[in-house]
């Protein structure tokens, strides 16, 4: 059988305990679940600093880890099942349950409070918080420290408009396996917008253009499109902002920018990714 090694967690020396009988390893586990305790990690392919990033887990985000040795950990991302390695100092006991989550972009966590106190770290869009108490406009979180409330949601509080979560990432700097405001890819951007809206999607392009939407037709002009149809090429994605306008991270320019369908079209096919390959439209 044909395994995607983004998804699937076995080595010739350990495999998933849910994949006995289909893989062959020389040990099986059921792992242990961790959770993420930095604002975001790289999750690289290869237990190196210097190896490829594949993507990256978010503060709060839950992690089964398989194995670890020598400061690096080889693990399963709960959300959407992508398989890599994390540093160990990334990632602690899953100690409480989430009850709420990062809906601004960032966040600062201040040690009270009090937006005058020197913030003490950040929180990415889709952080995963335990809110214990709040105080005035201030919400106390069981891993230490206070955030503006405001920019938290309950974890079944979703934003009705994916694509106005995509827009607060404008001018964002584009960064290759990138979750956050910090930087972002074009599938990393779509998959974060998406989360936001309670919509799960995969990570990588090629994955969320199976999984996602129903086909709309390519037409030659391009035209009969509406905001929050996902545009796919091969190896590249983007959200439509109305019926002519493009949204998406792209290393063209290096950032999250906004410009007609037409125009990417004709350079993508042209330069890079060759035609669109699907449209996608969400229920």
Same mark, same amino acid.
């Given at each position: 059988?044909?395994?995607?090694?983004?998804?699937?967690?076995?080595?010739?020396?350990?495999?998933?305990?849910?994949?006995?009988?289909?893989?062959?390893?020389?040990?099986?586990?059921?792992?242990?679940?961790?959770?993420?305790?930095? +604002?975001?990690?790289?999750?690289?392919?290869?237990?190196?600093?210097?190896?490829?990033?594949?993507?990256?887990?978010?503060?709060?985000?839950?992690?089964?880890?398989?194995?670890?040795?020598?400061?690096?950990?080889?693990?399963?991302?709960?959300?959407?099942?992508?398989?890599?390695?994390?540093?160990?100092?990334?990632?602690?006991?899953?100690?409480?349950? +989430?009850?709420?989550?990062?809906?601004?972009?960032?966040?600062?966590?201040?040690?009270?409070?009090?937006?005058?106190?020197?913030?003490?770290?950040?929180?990415?869009?889709?952080?995963?918080?335990?809110?214990?108490?709040?105080?005035?406009?201030?919400?106390? %979180?069981?891993?230490?420290?206070?955030?503006?409330? +405001?920019?938290?949601?309950?974890?079944?509080?979703?934003?009705?408009?994916?694509?106005?979560?995509?827009?607060?990432?404008?001018?964002?700097?584009?960064?290759?396996?990138?979750?956050?405001? %910090?930087?972002?890819?074009?599938?990393?951007?779509?998959?974060?917008?998406?989360?936001?809206?309670?919509?799960?999607?995969?990570?990588?392009?090629?994955?969320?253009?199976?999984?996602?939407?129903?086909?709309?037709?390519?037409?030659?002009?391009?035209?009969?499109?509406?905001?929050?149809?996902?545009?796919?090429?091969?190896?590249?994605?983007?959200?439509?902002?109305?019926?002519?306008?493009?949204?998406?991270?792209?290393?063209?320019?290096?950032?999250?920018?906004?410009?007609? %369908?037409?125009?990417?079209?004709?350079?993508?096919?042209?330069?890079?990714?060759? +035609?669109?390959?699907?449209?996608?439209?969400?229920?």
């Amino acid at each position: 059988m044909s395994f995607d090694r983004r998804l699937t967690p076995v080595r010739a020396d350990l495999a998933d305990e849910r994949l006995r009988g289909l893989v062959e390893a020389e040990h099986f586990t059921t792992g242990t679940l961790k959770r993420i305790v930095v +604002p975001f990690a790289s999750l690289h392919r290869h237990p190196s600093r210097e190896a490829p990033v594949d993507s990256q887990v978010i503060f709060g985000e839950g992690v089964t880890v398989y194995d670890e040795h020598e400061g690096w950990a080889w693990v399963q991302v709960r959300d959407d099942g992508y398989v890599g390695y994390l540093p160990t100092e990334a990632f602690g006991e899953a100690d409480f349950e +989430p009850t709420h989550r990062v809906r601004a972009v960032r966040t600062f966590v201040y040690p009270g409070p009090n937006l005058k106190l020197p913030s003490r770290d950040y929180l990415p869009q889709n952080a995963k918080v335990t809110v214990m108490a709040t105080e005035g406009d201030y919400a106390k %979180l069981a891993t230490g420290g206070w955030v503006y409330a +405001p920019h938290l949601a309950r974890l079944d509080a979703y934003e009705t408009d994916y694509v106005t979560v995509a827009e607060r990432f404008l001018h964002t700097p584009y960064l290759w396996g990138g979750k956050t405001s %910090l930087g972002l890819d074009c599938s990393g951007l779509v998959q974060t917008a998406l989360k936001a809206a309670g919509i799960t999607a995969p990570r990588d392009s090629d994955m969320q253009e199976r999984a996602l939407g129903t086909p709309v037709e390519v037409k030659p002009d391009l035209s009969g499109l509406k905001r929050g149809d996902i545009v796919f090429w091969k190896g590249h994605v983007g959200l439509m902002v109305d019926e002519a306008n493009f949204l998406h991270a792209t290393g063209y320019g290096m950032a999250v920018i906004v410009e007609p %369908l037409a125009v990417a079209e004709e350079r993508i096919r042209t330069t890079s990714y060759g +035609p669109i390959t699907a449209i996608k439209r969400l229920g």
